[in-house]
């Protein structure tokens, strides 16, 4: 993506360059090293230089920053920490799910404030047993801080940062902001904390837990939270969002609350995908099916059955999954339960589980070797449990085969970093030797002492913790099979001179629709080009029920993107409008036509006219007469085609 031009920017824009050149200089002085170079401070584009300025200069308690994939979200919050050190403003870096928190060296958001599966209730209500959103034990907030990496003295303005938001749920965000709140208050710095909050909603939101004994509710981050009070009669709970009024109970005081949001636009990541590919996953992230004309490209990476134990797509191109993708990750719904299989084969038929036994299988037969793995864990302040937890999804324990693939949950080195997928060539005691599937350069594993989060500073009762120790060659997790919740991070790169299936994804959707927030585009996008992917299903229809994007998660992230346009003054072009004739009719007056069309008010239209070729009107339905107001540039496309 081109960087900001030399001339025609908007004085806001100018303002905001002008702003981070001085910040530039000044770090240099103070730290005797560069942030960016003059030549890579214009190679910024205008809405991450509008947005640094913004989230550096404004007063706020609460900022959400969001950008589809590739828009350089990481690599802003990465350049907003160091001018905020600059300000003197200490950044803490947290993320949702322990894969992101590892990629930005931070830690995971629940293991950072003490919070562990969220079995805390609201301050004021520790006496309710039922007032905890997992349903089970619950504890304090003030049991919360305790365990939690800020109860130590920082006497400096404190910024919190929560990447992949999308994961956490309204109620968890409450819980936050209070274990926040109280570890700021036994502070006593006399300097604020604001909270920052980072991701691309449209991916998936946060997983549902908890038992139906004790009812739970899961909103999205954007959202008032609610919560149970198990009294007679029930009674519910209301705080307000942090997108909104702040986490604050509602009908009781509160402080004022500002909030802001920002939206990234521009694309960075470069890829040797067709723009068609990228338009697909544009539109397939907003939720549109594979009736739009851009997602309709995705028709022929779907491949349906086509009898044993072949699937072929509409360009007549057969495979066999077990045999010409077996070099391939497979992506399943469920992981499986064998046991429960036996009773009934949908608990075990089409799961992570069976594929990965049949890949063992398969090389039982081939007589390749196998080890088994052991972590060395030495828990601290944290026990072995949330050691663990924090390192999700690497195990304690793993049983690995030589030609297995194995996906990378660490950076290890350069060439092989969290979500690098690699095949196993040997296994020995205490090392693993690796190939990565993109460049085929080979590595070997040796049992590392992988990073907990630092707690830096002095503990309140005067010492120093230490969090514990995680120590592993098997930095990783089986990579022939997962589910979509486990792919997240994962880019399958382009092999040249790949065999066949090697450096593919292959899509398997169950039988039973699941229409779950962003689940379909995940797994789409885990590839570069639309030849590495594959789609099982039983037909196109099939493909359609697991499409979803919330029209509100849209409407947050809209709002943030005009928010960044107004201020760079670069308007969001309109999107071209396709048409396409479903159907064409005689009437007694003369004769119909229906249209299906890309426009969002008008998506299907249908346009009536005499025997003369004159419009009598535009209906929104083909069987009668449903009057609708329709764009006449809209209506000359439409006609364009009934004269061809």
Not at 626 to 641: K, M, N, R, W, Y
């Amino acid at each position: 993506m081109e960087g900001l031009p030399p001339t025609n920017l908007t004085p806001v824009v100018t303002e905001s360059l002008d702003w981070l050149l001085e910040q530039c200089e000044a770090y240099e002085l103070k730290f005797k090293k560069p942030l960016l170079s003059y030549n890579q401070a214009l190679g910024m584009t205008a809405d991450q230089v509008i947005v640094l300025h913004k989230l550096c200069t404004e007063d706020y308690d609460a900022a959400f920053l969001t950008g589809p994939a590739g828009t350089g979200k990481s690599y802003t919050v990465k350049l907003l920490k160091e001018l905020l050190n600059l300000q003197d403003v200490y950044v803490y870096r947290t993320a949702a799910t322990g894969v992101a928190a590892q990629l930005i060296r931070g830690s995971t958001v629940h293991r950072f404030l003490g919070l562990g599966s969220f079995d805390v209730v609201p301050r004021g209500y520790w006496e309710d047993a039922n007032c905890c959103i997992t349903g089970g034990p619950r504890r304090s907030v003030k049991s919360a801080y305790e365990r939690s990496m800020m109860n130590y003295k920082v006497s400096r303005p404190i910024l919190l940062v929560i990447d992949e938001i999308s994961m956490l749920t309204s109620e968890q965000l409450v819980l936050v902001y209070q274990v926040a709140k109280l570890a700021h208050e036994e502070m006593k710095s006399g300097h604020p904390i604001r909270f920052l909050l980072v991701g691309d909603l449209r991916q998936l939101a946060a997983v549902k837990t908890g038992k139906e004994l004790f009812p739970c509710h899961h909103h999205y981050c954007f959202e008032e939270a609610e919560f149970t009070l198990r009294h007679r009669p029930e009674q519910k709970l209301y705080f307000g969002s942090f997108f909104g009024s702040g986490p604050f109970e509602k009908g009781k005081p509160k402080p004022d609350w500002k909030f802001i949001s920002y939206g990234l636009y521009h694309q960075h990541r470069q890829s040797g995908a067709s723009a068609a590919f990228q338009e697909a996953l544009y539109y397939l992230g907003r939720g549109e099916s594979l009736d739009h004309p851009k997602v309709s490209f995705l028709k022929e990476r779907i491949y349906l059955p086509a009898g044993k134990g072949r699937w072929g797509n509409n360009q007549g191109h057969l495979v066999n999954p077990d045999e010409d993708l077996a070099e391939a990750t497979h992506l399943f719904l469920r992981n499986g339960n064998k046991m429960k299989g036996q009773q009934n084969p949908w608990f075990w038929q089409n799961t992570v589980g069976e594929h990965n036994e049949k890949i063992i299988e398969r090389l039982k037969k081939s007589n390749a070797r196998c080890r088994t793995y052991h972590a060395q864990i030495t828990p601290g302040l944290w026990s072995e449990e949330e050691i663990l937890d924090y390192f999700k999804p690497i195990p304690k324990t793993i049983t690995l085969y030589e030609g297995m693939r194995f996906l990378c949950r660490y950076n290890y080195c350069n060439g092989l970093a969290n979500g690098t997928m690699t095949k196993i060539i040997a296994l020995y005691p205490n090392s693993i030797e690796v190939e990565v599937i993109e460049t085929g350069e080979c590595f070997t594993l040796t049992p590392t002492l992988l990073p907990l989060p630092d707690v830096s500073g002095v503990h309140a009762q005067g010492y120093k913790t230490l969090v514990g120790r995680f120590e592993t060659c098997a930095f990783g997790q089986i990579g022939n099979a997962m589910t979509f919740w486990a792919c997240q991070g994962m880019t399958l790169k382009r092999k040249p001179n790949a065999r066949q299936g090697e450096d593919c994804l292959v899509v398997h959707l169950d039988k039973r629709p699941r229409r779950e927030q962003g689940l379909f585009y995940v797994g789409c996008s885990r590839v570069e080009s639309p030849e590495q992917l594959y789609i099982l299903a039983n037909s196109y229809d099939h493909v359609n029920q697991f499409i979803y994007c919330d029209p509100r998660v849209l409407k947050v992230m809209d709002e943030a993107e005009e928010r960044t346009r107004s201020l760079t003054g670069e308007c969001v072009s309109e999107p071209e409008v396709i048409c396409s004739i479903e159907n064409l009719w005689e009437t007694n007056a003369g004769y119909g036509c229906t249209f299906s069309t890309t426009d969002p008010r008008v998506p299907k239209l249908t346009l009536f006219y005499d025997h003369n070729d004159n419009l009598l009107g535009c209906s929104s339905r083909a069987d009668y007469l449903a009057p609708v107001e329709v764009p006449h540039t809209l209506i000359a496309q439409c006609e364009a085609l009934l004269s061809d």
